[in-house]
């Protein structure tokens, strides 16, 4: 197994180290660009390459597209002879014409990963099959992938298959040349360690761990470091339980990372770009993603961003600490719902948190279904620089089926985006245009974007707590009120001993309670106020008018003081009991003094047309 490192290129084995190059890998891939091929054709040409007869029977793999993903195979044959150095003919005729597409060729070394893989399980010391005590990443016999030659690339025809206990440590990169084009790229069985893998698979799947989604099945498997780039089919699963997982970084796929009933995995940082589903749970427990980065990704018609789709039981316990979505391209790539929790029947989607920044990201942002305790929080936006895609959020909230218990998402929406869609369900909440609505027996916003206006539904009540929160002071409406109406508040605050009082049309105003407002009248005429006491005081006769409008028992109070007397005047339909007297009605009817000093109270007993004397001293004159 050892191997002298004569050249510095990193080759040599150590114990528990075994390095693919002693086991007959080569590395000499090379990627070209701008390659071009014709439907029905066997001819390759590229201006950059530098074809000699020593390619002759080397794999090559011409792909469909340049980077995108396309429901296809790529083409992969060998190359039978060579024309120039910039052109050759392959083994087979190309099924498709691209002038600008890329390629890869080079020597299939998957004979010497196989045999290294081999070599290294034999050295894997734990015998049990289900023990979830076995060190994750620790222990395992390392297969080293070093960098190629002439810093070349290691070029794989058939699916890597790691068995259970062993690890791969590449600094070299890989590139899937399956002819099999739909198949994973890598299968790790459990209690695997992957780092510094950089990978290129295009069209296939990417990284699958663990025992196929058995319910149960230990995986017990770490990953440092991994790339992936160009997949089509899943990008990265976890089947079974138990992964610790440092720094993801995936381009394109269907699926961008499935958790297939598993469970037990923490995830540090993960960045998905142009995934159509970039994060699946399905029958998953015990995740957490410490930070999530999805850069556009969706498609047309596409499930969403973050999916919960469980089609036999619900997902729990899954926390999304912090994640940002963007469109950061201008191809449609619209993802929508962001988050979606998708119709699942009896089971439940239970203890999920979720903080996220969404831009851009195209249609809605969360679609609620059959979820009994989540507790979610998203900042939408549809902000657009100069590399943005036009993809605006149109709605935050869908609101769907199966929802139960408590459930609180909070939306911080700019303008232009719909709040919301469907029956609300409680603890929904967002921010908006500078103002917090609470919804659904809380706060209530009145279903125009922009409005001020809000609702405090169903009798709830309004809570001011004290300082430490342990005690409220609540608001709230009568059991039926017959009208609506408006209090307006009053502009300044009262001075000490002052009570809130209404002037009976809705205005508020500080006013002393128990002492009525007096007014001493030094002219010859005053419109009298309710709840108010005047002082005559004026040589000549002074005539005070009763009240327009007076609710049942509010008084007037007129003292003489001055020579003149006084005269208390009558509106229209307007009268003064007086005894067993009554004023005439109308502006003809009145009461008034006889001597200087004569005083009278007199008290409203019909709204606005008919007072009562309560109280009198003197001589007074009946008109």
Request: aromatic share 10%; with cysteine.
């Amino acid at each position: 197994m050892a191997r002298t490192d004569t050249d510095g290129n990193n080759e040599s084995s150590s114990e528990g180290q075994f390095n693919v190059l002693d086991y007959g890998a080569v590395g000499d891939g090379i990627a070209l660009g701008s390659v071009s091929v014709t439907n029905g054709d066997a001819t390759l040409t590229c201006a950059s390459a530098s074809f000699t007869s020593a390619d002759i029977g080397k794999v090559i793999c011409v792909f469909y597209q340049n980077g995108g993903i396309d429901n296809r195979a790529d083409f992969v044959s060998t190359i039978a002879s060579i024309n120039s150095a910039t052109s050759i003919e392959m083994a087979g005729t190309c099924d498709f014409t691209n002038t600008d597409s890329n390629a890869v060729y080079g020597t299939s070394d998957s004979q010497a990963f196989e045999d290294a893989f081999t070599a290294a399980a034999t050295h894997f010391n734990y015998v049990t099959d289900t023990s979830p005590n076995i060190p994750i990443g620790g222990g395992q016999p390392i297969v080293f992938v070093p960098i190629g030659e002439n810093y070349g690339n290691y070029i794989l025809t058939e699916t890597l298959a790691m068995p259970r206990g062993t690890g791969i440590d590449a600094i070299g990169k890989l590139w899937n040349c399956n002819s099999t084009r739909g198949d994973d790229f890598i299968t790790a069985e459990d209690y695997n360690y992957i780092d510094k893998l950089t990978a290129y698979s295009m069209w296939g799947g990417g990284v699958r761990m663990g025992n196929n989604g058995t319910t149960g099945s230990q995986s017990h498997s770490y990953v440092g470091r991994l790339e992936l780039w160009n997949i089509t089919g899943t990008v990265l699963a976890f089947e079974g339980y138990g992964y610790t997982v440092d720094t993801l970084w995936l381009k394109n796929g269907d699926d961008g990372i499935f958790h297939n009933k598993g469970a037990d995995v923490t995830v540090n940082t993960a960045f998905l770009i142009g995934c159509y589903t970039p994060l699946k749970f399905d029958q998953s427990n015990q995740i957490t993603y410490n930070s999530l980065f999805l850069d556009s990704c969706g498609g047309t018609g596409t499930e969403g961003g973050i999916v919960f789709d469980n089609t036999t039981g619900g997902s729990s316990n899954i926390t999304i600490k912090d994640f940002q979505a963007f469109t950061f391209e201008t191809v449609s790539r619209v993802c929508t719902p962001m988050v979606n929790f998708m119709n699942n029947g009896s089971s439940k989607y239970s203890t999920i948190t979720i903080r996220g920044h969404v831009n851009n990201s195209g249609g809605s942002l969360i679609a609620m279904n059959d979820c009994q305790e989540i507790d979610v929080r998203i900042n939408g936006s549809n902000y657009i620089n100069t590399y943005d895609a036009n993809l605006p959020i149109t709605t935050g909230m869908e609101f769907g089926s199966g929802n139960s218990g408590f459930c609180r998402v909070h939306l911080n929406l700019t303008s232009g985006i719909t709040p919301y869609t469907g029956t609300v369900y409680n603890g929904f909440s967002y921010y908006q245009g500078g103002i917090e609505y609470r919804m659904n027996g809380y706060v209530a916003e009145d279903n125009t974007v922009g409005s001020e206006n809000t609702r405090i539904l169903a009798r709830r009540t309004h809570r001011y707590y004290d300082a430490d929160s342990s005690n409220y002071i609540g608001l709230r409406a009568q059991t039926n009120v017959t009208a609506n109406f408006t209090f307006d508040l009053p502009a300044a605050d009262g001075t000490s001993g002052q009570a809130l009082v209404t002037n009976g049309s809705g205005i508020l105003s500080f006013a002393t309670v128990g002492s009525p407002t007096t007014t001493e009248i030094t002219g010859t005429t005053q419109q009298m106020a309710v709840n108010s006491v005047y002082i005559a005081n004026n040589a000549g006769l002074v005539t005070a008018t009763l009240p327009d409008t007076a609710a049942v028992g509010d008084t007037v109070e007129v003292i003489g003081k001055g020579a003149g007397g006084w005269l208390i005047a009558q509106n229209a339909s307007e009268s003064i009991n007086f005894g067993n007297a009554t004023t005439t009605v109308g502006a003809g009817g009145s009461l008034a003094s006889t001597h200087r000093y004569d005083c009278i109270k007199l008290r409203c007993t019909v709204a606005n047309t008919t007072w009562t004397k309560t109280n009198v001293e003197g001589n007074i004159t009946i008109v």
